[in-house]
């Protein structure tokens, strides 16, 4: 990767009046690490966006500052930006030693295709979006390749040991983790149950008619209204006072 260089200046403008340099095109960035206090410098926004894209959150800026001829080698720390336009309203750099290691989440990207997608309809399922590796700051990757052009068959899927990093780059992410796969599409599940579910609705409503139909034990079905009116009224029978009449 070519070297990245950023030109930056220091800031005497500090708190709330930065807003002014962001108007002029200007962006306030600090810079801190080792063997340096935390500083405050300003750089061209047109600049500093075209550094961050070419270096993301891994790859080294050679951070050039006034009259200094030996550039700070740093990396970006962290961004702040305005959560409705997105730009670019902070930035953080970090200067770090050459001779000691990093640990940094390296971004992960799927290359090539998987023909198990095509050949049987499965669907590509990302697992992780970066690892974390640990190496020197000149052998730190800008991103790591996972090619996906050997899933041919569905539930099959790479693994983090089955990548290839550069030399003196050290994983630390578990390799047994998933990094991509190829899972069943929901609709083969969906068509077999589906059938399923359709006899347990029929044999349940089944059940219900055949409650409906038959009397609960022990007791007697009611007769129709009709047939309660054409029945003899019941006999009546004299009461215990009537006395009868003599022989």
């Known amino acids: 990767m070519e070297k990245i260089e950023l030109v930056a200046q220091k800031r005497d403008i500090l708190g709330k009046k930065v807003r002014f340099l962001r108007r002029k095109g200007i962006t306030p960035v600090n810079l801190y690490g080792h063997g340096i206090e935390s500083t405050a410098l300003q750089v061209e926004t047109p600049a500093l966006k075209r550094a961050l894209a070419q270096a993301g959150m891994t790859s ?28 670019v309203l902070h930035v953080d750099f970090y200067q770090v030693r050459m001779d000691e290691k990093l640990k940094l989440e390296v971004p992960l990207v799927l290359i090539g295709k998987a023909p198990a997608v095509k050949e049987h309809g499965g669907i590509l399922v990302q697992e992780l979006n970066s690892l974390e590796v640990e190496c020197l700051p000149a052998n730190m990757p800008h991103r790591i390749e996972a090619d996906i052009s050997g899933l041919v068959n569905l539930d099959q899927a790479i693994h983090v040991k089955d990548l290839k990093v550069g030399e003196g780059v050290t994983v630390l ?10 899972a069943r599409a929901r609709i083969e599940v969906e068509a077999v149950a589906a059938p399923a579910a359709e006899v347990a609705e029929e044999v349940e409503a089944e ?21 309660k ?12 006072s009537e006395k009868k009449p003599a022989a």
Do not use: F, W
């Open 60 to 87: 080294l800026i050679h951070l050039k500052l006034g009259s200094v001829k030996r550039p700070y080698m740093a990396i970006v720390k962290s961004v702040q930006r305005d959560p409705v336009k997105g730009e």
């Open 173 to 182: 992410t578990d390799p047994t983790k998933a990094v991509a796969r190829i």
């Open 207 to 227: 059940a219900e008619e055949e409650e409906k139909a038959e009397p609960a034990k022990g007791e007697e079905k009611a007769p129709p209204e009709a047939e």
């Open 229 to 240: 009116k054409k029945q003899p009224a019941a006999e009546k029978k004299p009461a215990a």
